[in-house]
C-alpha cells in the first residue's frame, strides 16, 4: 500500500517581465513543493494529491494537464465555472530585484465555499477509520 501526502494551496497564473519580454507560465510555492516531491519520489511508493480550486477556463485545464504529467494527484482538484485562477506578474529591474503585482481576490482557490467544505473532500475520498492520516503541508 503506497503512502498519500496532499498538498493544499493556491496556483496562480505567472506572467513575468525580463529584457522586454514577457513569459507566461504557473507557479506558486504550494505548487512547487508537490511537483518536486512527486519528482523525487517513486510514485508506488508515495502518491502526491494537490489540493485547490481552479476555474473551468482553459488556464485551468493547463494546468491540471502539466500537473498530471508530474504525477501529481490532481482528483481533489474541485472545478468552479464561476470562477478563474488567480494572476501574478513578475518585473524584474536591471539590477535584478523583483516586484510582484497580484490579482487573485476572485481566483477559485479564495472561493468561501472551497475552503469550508475541503474537510469534508478529505474525509470522504481518504480517510479510513483506524489509520492515521498521513501529514499535510498547508498554505496559508
Not at 5 to 14: L, N, S, T
Not at 82 to 111: K, S
Not at 115 to 140: C, K, T, W
Amino acid at each position: 500500500m503506497s503512502k498519500k501526502i496532499a498538498v493544499i494551496g493556491e496556483c496562480m497564473i505567472e506572467l513575468s517581465e525580463k529584457n522586454g519580454a514577457v513569459n507566461r507560465g504557473f507557479g506558486g510555492d504550494t505548487l512547487n513543493t508537490s511537483v518536486y516531491i512527486a519528482r523525487q519520489t517513486d510514485a508506488s511508493a508515495l502518491s502526491v494529491h494537490y489540493v485547490t480550486a481552479l476555474g473551468t477556463d482553459a488556464f485551468s485545464q493547463q494546468m491540471l494537464d502539466s500537473w498530471q504529467q508530474e504525477n501529481v494527484n490532481t482528483d481533489l482538484i474541485q472545478r468552479m465555472a464561476d470562477r478563474l485562477p488567480g494572476l501574478y506578474y513578475i518585473e524584474t529591474d536591471d539590477t535584478g530585484e523583483r516586484t510582484f503585482y497580484y490579482w487573485r481576490n476572485e481566483a477559485a482557490a479564495r472561493a468561501g465555499h472551497f475552503r469550508l467544505s475541503l474537510s469534508e473532500r478529505h474525509q470522504s475520498r481518504h480517510s479510513q477509520p483506524g489509520q492515521p492520516r498521513q501529514a499535510v503541508h498547508a498554505a496559508a
